[in-house]
């Protein structure tokens, strides 16, 4: 069984810290994703990442995906009230395009 | 530009009650698309999904079905619903390989 471990679980922190959020698994992906979930919605897309190595940004978001495409971090820099919110990765299976493995999600709060 | 609709956004339902859950696309064809299950402020479970009108892959076994019979259109069901489906449903689709679109969700309380 696939699994893809996300950490930490819950996180809160002050406005203005850095914050970094990883998944890790024993796996190998083809792409991996990240997105982010308010309360009552449903979870939006931030960033795909395909290539061993690659690291993109968003805004004061850090996405890298891991040489081996085993694992992936999130980095956020200066956080804001506004970046409050669950943060799921996701990788996608090298065995079917169909299907994803979920991370069990990171509860990010930060207090202004 | 695609969207997703899904309905209801809430739902109240006694245990041994039907159910049904609808989702739509618009603005894309032949879509892939997912049915989730999340526990509260927790990862999601795939439910289902399909690749195809009429074509419906179920990745755990349990006590809901689902049909796709339009291309746009995918349909969560239950006979009779038990109080252990009770979560936050949530509809997705994609084009193959890339990144989901999720519906807004519908938060079912079976009581």
Known sequence: TQLLEQSPQFLSIQEGENLTV???SSSVFSSLQWYRQEPGEGPVLLVTVVTGGEVKKLKRLTFQFGDARKDSSLHITA?????TGLYL?????LDS????IWGAGTKLIIKP | SQTIHQWPA?????????????CTVE???NPNLYW???AAGRGLQLLFYSVGIGQISSEVPQNLSASRPQDRQFILSSKKLLLSDSGFYLCAWSPLGYGYTFGSGTRLTVV
């Open chain 1, 79 to 83: 956080a804001q009230p506004g970046d």
């Open chain 2, 10 to 22: 809430t739902l109240v339902q006694p245990v041994g009650s039907p159910l049904s859950l609808e």
């Open chain 2, 36 to 38: 989730y299950r999340q």
């Open chain 1, 89 to 93: 990765c996701a990788g996608a299976r």
């Open chain 1, 22 to 24: 990883y998944c890790n």
């Open chain 1, 97 to 100: 395009n169909y299907q994803l």
């Open chain 2, 27 to 29: 603005g894309t064809s």
